[in-house]
């Protein structure tokens, strides 16, 4: 009885020796250079250095900037007190070549806390996204939350110390925590979100990122063309707009318009909408018909003799801000019709409800769809007019 109590008391010991040791393999996190963010450029034929500068083998195709977040030992280290990060440059033509080079010169770099990556659409126009991408993707150290953005700019300049005086990396991550307040603003795109349209060679979105008297913002959206994986152009805020009524993806935000007898604006706030897309197919004819119902409130009216309790006024508003939703979304779909990309979500409903017919087009979709009439329709309802109900007159 004796000897089995001492074995079993041996074993709890060993087990909790071994669970408490901790990770065997870790080291002080002051002793790593964190990365926060990541900006891909093309390298122009006039800035590669002379080969002799170049004591191996590489191709000068793609500068690389990481950002570093500079912990407090490591702003001692680098004689800048204060300082939150700091970027370094590598040039090269593998991600995974360049990222190795920075042991040369830095400590051991951690990939686990990276939050954002921006490519520049001149490197997109060269290099797939499933190239650029594959190192992060295979790697375990990154992780699938990660963000990507594109700039129609020069991406360094992104992580480049702005107004706000907080770290680019960082910020840029929570500025696309605003989309209920901006429904110009699309859905961040994680590295996660990628693994299928990479997967199916579909076109798809990212968000640009641009500098504007010294800060960052989010403006428009690059698309990116499924069967290159390369930059096929660029949505401006109002196609953004008309875009995400299309799918149904608007958090919150405003829609400014002009009063057409008036001639006075006023200001829609969205509080839903609900997108619904129905595929039709007749022999070898497709059509859809995508319905859009919007719920919301008069949050601003610029003129005077606009009566808000009237419920006739809140029904003409409701039916002004439909024809501009309608015409919104009209021009946005010509747009993409005119780009060859399909990025609405049509070819999705289009596989769900048709299946067998999606099997005979997915392969050309892009350009097929730019062929299929597309008609769309607008109900919305205003349910609020805030907390002012005074009128001039």
């Not at 891909?40 to 004591?55: A, C, F, G, L, N």
Request: charged share 25%.
């Amino acid at each position: 009885m004796i000897y089995s109590r001492n074995v079993a008391l041996f074993m709890l010991v060993a087990a909790a020796s071994m669970l408490m040791t901790g990770c065997w393999s870790s080291s002080p996190i002051e002793k790593r250079y964190l990365e926060a963010g990541i900006a891909y450029d093309k390298v122009e034929p006039e800035e590669r250095i002379t080969s002799e500068r170049v004591d191996y083998p590489q191709k000068q195709k793609i500068r690389r900037t990481v950002q570093y977040i500079l912990p407090e030992a490591g702003a001692k280290f680098n004689n800048s007190p204060g300082k939150k990060f700091y970027n370094k440059e590598e040039i090269g033509d593998s991600i995974m070549e360049m990222t190795r080079e920075t042991y040369l010169t830095n400590r051991s770099p951690a990939g686990f806390h990276l939050k954002t990556i921006v490519i520049s659409s001149k490197l997109l126009q060269e290099i797939p996204m499933h190239e650029l991408l594959d190192f992060y993707l295979a790697d375990n150290d990154i992780r699938l939350s990660l963000q990507v953005y594109m700039t129609t700019g020069t991406a360094s300049d992104v992580l480049k110390e702005n107004a706000s005086g907080e770290i680019p990396a960082f910020l840029l991550k929570e500025l696309s925590g605003n989309r209920k307040r901006i429904s110009r603003l699309i859905k961040p795109v994680t590295l996660a979100n990628l693994i299928g349209p990479l997967k199916s060679e579909s076109s798809y979105l990212l968000p640009n990122v641009s500098v504007e008297q010294g800060a960052l913002k989010i403006k428009g959206a690059g698309v990116m063309k499924g069967n290159t994986q390369k930059y096929g152009g660029y949505l401006n805020e109002s196609h953004v707009e008309g875009l995400q009524w299309i799918t149904g993806d608007i958090s919150g935000g405003i829609y400014k318009i002009k009063e057409p007898d008036l001639q006075q604006q006023f200001v829609y706030e969205i509080k839903s909408v609900k997108s619904k897309i129905k595929a039709t197919v007749h022999g070898d004819d497709i059509s859809f018909h995508v319905d859009m119902k919007s719920e919301g409130r008069l949050s601003e009216v610029f003129a005077s003799n606009i009566k808000k309790m009237n419920n006739r006024s809140l029904e003409q508003h409701s039916e002004i801000v439909e024809a501009e939703v309608k015409k919104l979304v009209e021009n946005t779909m010509t747009k993409l019709k005119k780009m060859h990309v399909e990025v609405a979500g049509l070819g999705k409903a289009l596989r769900i409800q048709h299946p067998a017919v999606w099997e005979k087009v997915k392969g050309n979709w892009d350009d097929t769809f730019t062929t299929i009439p597309v008609t769309f329709s607008v109900k919305l309802h205003i349910d609020d007019y805030g907390a002012s109900t005074m009128s001039m007159d």
